[in-house]
């Protein structure tokens, strides 16, 4: 299912063969570093032949190192087989000194680095932009805001967009934040002591920088898996960020609520039995995509814990894990910024939904006034309670202004003027310009 909406530069980056030229980058950076280093047993020139006749022979041939493996039950020695029937003799000096691990979390640490690229890349150009364009144009949009879906006091329908905005830029540096934790490989050995005697530190760091990659700090035979958790962790959060957003935008796409609807193409359908439904459909599978994201966490927290210096109880998970977190997450970027961008925002609805409320979105406004005039706040607060209980029960009947008016307590202390500005809705939104320069103060 996940496959079927892969971007082609993520797939490319997943896919088997991708896999094995970064095998094949890794191992040349540690010839060559290795190489260069004092009292090297490998011949001068040897990693540059060998880039060379690799560039000469083409790329590697999944189908063969499969068929190796299917022999050796071993994926980095099929690897390595089918490199020497590529590239000869001078093959021999590849994985001089190194374990399988140095190679796999290498690689994954490059894999996973460039995954993050693609991700952090659509949360710049497509899904901030979307939301941010939302936000602005509907700065000073009233709508009534809610809290446990009860009616409250107003809001805009800027800030609706505005709060994920912030969200999903605190979800980006963290995101950030992980990808540089993630950007480390190792290059020490067996059980990370450098005890072949053909590596050391300094040939490590040489080798892993010419990939842009950091060195394990403490490494054993594996890199750390608290790293991997990070990352994983930061694309919950980003998917939850997401989540929240869709969650909000399923609720005002409701019937009686209708103040947004999702984009509906020609041609589209909502229901195989009602022809009139057009579902939120694409809210609905952000909401399901963030769930196999947190999963997804909470597998890699479990990686963590591996027996004394290494076991592979994490290599299965994280074959599955990997690549299905990294293409959901760049899956839904798509996908959110596609839902934000082809909104319809219903201004009317959102005004009618204001008048529905019956002006009680007033209420504290008017406590507050009568608080002002020397009223004890819990008598302020019984006397509007009073008013507003009443409104709700005899819909129809008086508006919660006109209680309040008629009421001798409340006139006695609050001129109509008074009152009727307690009413206004710009008073509520009188500082939205100024959440909004804090978040966007560019």
């Known amino acids: 299912m996940i496959a079927r909406y892969t971007r082609p530069d993520m797939a490319a980056l997943w896919s088997e063969s991708r896999r094995l030229s970064l095998f094949l980058e890794v191992e040349l950076a540690a010839t ?3 190489e260069a280093s004092p009292s090297s047993p490998i011949p001068a020139g040897t990693a540059t032949r060998l880039r060379q006749l690799y560039a000469q022979v083409g790329p590697l041939d999944p189908r063969r190192v499969a068929e190796c493996e299917q022999r050796t039950q071993h994926e980095v020695l099929a690897f390595l087989e089918h490199v020497e029937e590529k590239l000869g003799v001078d093959a021999r000096w ?14 994954l640490a490059l894999q996973l680095r460039e995954a993050t690229q693609i991700i952090l890349r659509g ?14 144009a509907h700065q000073q949009t009233p709508m009534i ?12 329908a800027g800030l609706v967009f505005l709060g994920s905005y912030a969200e999903i830029e605190r979800a980006k540096v963290r995101i950030q934040r992980a990808q540089k934790a993630i950007a480390v490989g190792k290059l020490s050995g067996a059980v990370g002591v450098y005890g072949s005697g053909c590596f050391s530190p300094d040939v490590e760091a040489a080798a892993l920088s010419s990939l842009g990659l950091s060195v394990e700090t403490v490494p054993t035979q594996v890199v750390a898996r608290d790293r991997h958790a990070e990352l994983l962790l930061a694309l919950s959060l980003f998917g939850s960020a997401i989540e929240r957003l869709s969650v909000n935008l399923r609720h005002l796409q409701r019937s009686e609520v209708s103040e947004v609807e999702e984009a509906f193409a020609p041609g ?8 009139h439904k057009k579902n939120p459909i694409s809210a609905e599978n952000l909401c399901g995509l963030a769930r196999l994201l947190r999963a997804s966490a909470s597998a890699a927290c479990e990686n963590i814990p591996l027996w004394h210096e290494r076991d592979i ?3 299965s998970v994280e074959r599955v894990i990997m690549p299905d977190a990294t293409t959901l997450a760049d899956y839904m970027v798509q996908r959110a910024a596609k839902l934000v961008g082809g909104l319809s925002i219903r201004a009317d609805r959102m005004s009618h939904n204001l008048l529905q409320s019956g002006d009680l979105f007033a209420s504290e406004k008017v406590m507050l006034a009568l608080v002002r005039t020397g009223l004890s706040r819990q008598s302020a607060y019984e006397l509007v309670q009073r008013h507003a209980l009443s409104c709700v029960a005899d819909r129809g009947g008086l508006s919660f202004f006109d209680r309040l008016r008629a009421d001798p307590q409340v006139s006695e202390r609050l001129p109509e003027d008074v009152l009727g500005h307690c009413f206004e809705i710009t008073t509520h939104l009188q500082h939205v310009s100024t959440i909004f320069a804090r978040t966007l103060p560019e």
Do not use: C, N, Y
């Open 268 to 275: 589209q359908k909502g229901s195989s039995a009602m022809p």
């Open 123 to 136: 949360i710049d150009d497509q899904l901030l932009p979307a939301l941010r364009r939302q936000a602005t």
């Open 32 to 34: 060559a570093a290795l």
């Open 94 to 107: 590849l994985h001089f000194g190194l374990t399988s691990s140095d190679v796999l979390d290498t690689v």
């Open 313 to 315: 109880s994490h290599s």
């Open 145 to 156: 805001g809610r809290t446990h879906g009860i009616f409250a006091e107003p809001i805009s």
